[in-house]
């Protein structure tokens, strides 16, 4: 058998993929891959969203790929076969076609991904100090990793010496475009490289990205020299949990002030490290914070503009905005006033 050469992990729709699965299970072992990819599109299933007009032959031969590498389904004589395994079966009993998965049948999807071999080997292993652990495990010990790119690592330093110069010339630099993508665990210092495009299709922009729509990692930016920091997500918490942080935050400051000034990105890194719980879920606790107690909350808008110029690459824009606070009619809040006071109105 010839050895395959490039990586079968791509960006997919799980939700597709969970109706093609009932595709091949209603005609088992009936289906080639050219009639399943014209049924895929007649059923509405690997079609556009904003017109209905059919995937790219790529995108189809893909999805078929990821079902196959997630051992989903097998090809057979060039047939079609819903796997054995038992995680399959629960699956597709826990499922219906063209019905949104429930929270049930997700985490069957994540556990299948997890103990994936190939997605152990080129993406959660990193995360890991050991190499046998399972979902819940990955969920409890995981670190956090950090994605950086070969320029960014090399040119930090011409970077800075650059710093001086364009702030003479009154102007920002002009956006660069990323180079080779690492993603390294400090902790352990287990490091991935992703040197080519194949790599970095099927790693950064694909099992990074099922997980992160799964919910098995979460990931913010809050500088470009720290880089993005990704994160196992634990699902277990409670307003409790994110309380109890924040009032010790309160209750650190030995400031004379009434008010204490949380900096929002920095609270929300060290939450989503400590607690694990993802990003907008903080970000609604602080809303909902804001609402219940008026008198003692108060949030502080900062411009767009100050907080983009903090990255030169266009794609890290819109990740370093996800760290603060966007109010409808207000724009984004950085900075979190709350009253020392609010001490004496909450007890846990």
Same mark, same amino acid.
């Given at each position: ?173 002009? #956006?660069? !475009?990323?180079? &080779?993508?690492? %993603? ?7 490091? @991935? *490289? =992703? #040197?080519? !495009?194949?790599? &970095?299709?099927? %790693? ?7 997980? @992160? *729509? =799964? ?134």
């Amino acid at each position: 058998m010839k050895e395959r050469k490039t990586l079968w992990m791509r960006y997919v729709d799980f939700e597709r993929v969970k109706d093609i699965l009932h595709l091949i299970y209603q005609s088992d072992g009936k289906l080639r891959a050219g009639v399943l990819e014209q049924l895929s599109v007649e059923k509405g299933i690997l079609v556009k969203k904003e017109n209905g007009s059919p995937f790219s032959h790529s995108a189809l031969y893909h999805y078929r790929k990821v079902m196959e590498g997630l051992c989903l389904v097998e090809a057979r004589q060039k047939f079609y076969f819903v796997s054995k395994e038992e995680r399959v079966k629960e699956l597709i009993r826990l499922t219906n076609f063209k019905q949104e998965m429930s929270s049930e049948a997700k985490e069957v999807l994540r556990e299948l991904i997890i103990n994936n071999s190939d997605c152990r080997k080129f993406f959660f292993d990193v995360f890991m100090e050991e190499d046998n652990y399972t979902l819940e495990d990955f969920r409890k010990e995981g670190k956090h990793v950090i994605v950086e790119t070969k320029s960014l690592r090399e040119s930090l330093e011409e970077e800075r010496a650059q710093s001086e110069k364009t702030e003479k010339r009154g102007g920002i630099q002009d #956006k660069k !475009q990323a180079g &080779i993508v690492i %993603i390294k665990n400090l902790s352990s210092g287990r490091e @991935l *490289e =992703l #040197k080519t !495009q194949d790599e &970095i299709h099927a %790693i950064y922009w694909g099992i990074r990205l099922w997980s @992160l *729509e =799964l919910g098995i990692t979460d990931e913010f930016l809050t500088s470009f020299k720290e880089g993005r920091i990704i994160y196992p997500v634990y699902p277990c918490f409670s307003d409790k949990d994110l309380m109890r942080v924040l009032l010790t935050k309160i209750k650190e400051d030995q400031s004379p002030s009434e008010w204490v000034l949380l900096h929002i990105p920095t609270l929300i890194k060290e939450i989503a490290l400590t607690q694990r719980i993802p990003v907008d879920e903080i970000k609604k606790f602080i809303h909902k914070l804001r609402r219940l107690k008026p008198g003692y909350v108060m949030l502080i808008p900062s411009s767009t503009m100050f907080i983009e110029i903090k990255t030169p690459f266009k794609m890290q824009d819109k990740i370093i905005l996800k760290s603060y606070l966007n109010q409808e009619g207000v724009g984004y809040i950085s900075h979190l006033r709350v009253n020392k006071r609010i001490l004496e109105e909450i007890q846990l």
